[in-house]
């Protein structure tokens, strides 16, 4: 569905006042789609949304009590995976990505990727708007805000841009939100943005899972206008037809947003030109 509403009012002879919001709602279903019959229902496309990705659940972190731990001769320790618990690689240690076994087999493997583990679609399905306008004279001042809703985003998108090292330490470089890892000293913290770090690329930590995705909710300032309107009196002695000045900006400023890391607007990966602000001062005059 979609709505508008458009609101203006006269206070006197020389205040006005309108305002406007709009909203769009829309979301789909596929109901049939050509695909090979799947092993399991959540392998199935049919029945989820245009937009909506087959992905790993993540199930936190691994943590020292899934190991049984040796202390080597040298005081370093040795990490081995109990019996019993699931992994898509051998080699992991606590603090590397842990992950749902859907169908219970034991093993993490493409049966446990799901098109129904909870995020939305990267187009958003709800996009809505909302302004006011103020006029005293002709003096006037606008602003209009822009959002979305109902979307998600994945992090590591595309893993070169955002996971630490995946290159190798020399050939990578790493933002400083990379602080945020987990890091040995303090095993216990799993609320952290980034698993167990490392110099190379790490099969298990670089799945498509439910670890990277965040709500790609917002809203911003979209448009602010302020400006004046010169009496038709004057204007005319002038031999104009009309003069106004103003100043006028776009994408002023992000009020919200879950991302944080970039402009969400952008889409998933943040290694894009960024949405810039521009601002215009304008002088309108017509003969």
Do not use: C
């Not at 406007?20 to 959540?42: L, S």
């Amino acid at each position: 569905f979609d709505a508008s509403l458009v609101f203006k009012h006269n206070i006197g002879k020389d205040w006005m006042i309108s305002a406007r919001g709009n909203i769009t709602y829309a979301v789909n279903k596929i109901v049939e789609q050509d695909e090979i019959p799947q092993k399991y229902a959540w392998l199935q496309q049919t029945g989820s949304s245009i937009g909506v990705n087959k992905i790993y659940v993540a199930d936190g972190l691994f943590t020292e009590d899934d190991f049984n731990i040796t202390t080597n001769a040298d005081g370093s320790h040795s990490y081995e995976l109990k019996d019993g618990i699931p992994t898509f690689t051998k080699n992991v240690m606590p603090g590397d990505i842990k992950y749902k076994d859907l169908n219970e087999d034991g093993v993490i493997d493409q049966y446990d990727q799901t098109y129904y583990a909870g995020n939305h679609p990267n187009n958003p399905q709800i996009v809505y708007g909302f302004g006011i306008n103020v006029q005293y004279k002709g003096i006037y001042a606008g602003l209009f805000f822009q959002g979305v809703g109902k979307r998600s985003l994945n992090l590591n998108y595309q893993t070169a841009y955002f996971m630490p090292f995946i290159n190798g330490v020399d050939a990578s470089s790493a933002r400083i939100e990379a602080v945020d890892h987990w890091n040995a000293s303090n095993p216990g913290n799993t609320d952290v943005l980034y698993p167990r770090l490392h110099t190379t690329k790490n099969d298990n930590n670089n799945l498509a899972s439910t670890w990277w995705y965040r709500s790609g909710d917002y809203l911003r300032l979209k448009n602010v206008e302020l400006g004046y309107q010169f009496d038709k009196k004057i204007v005319r002695r002038l031999r104009m037809e009309n003069l106004r000045i103003y100043v006028q900006g776009t994408n002023v400023a992000m009020l919200f947003d879950k991302v944080k890391y970039w402009d969400p607007e952008v889409g998933n990966s943040g290694s894009r030109y960024p949405i810039n602000a521009t601002w215009t001062l304008g002088l309108d005059v017509t003969f």
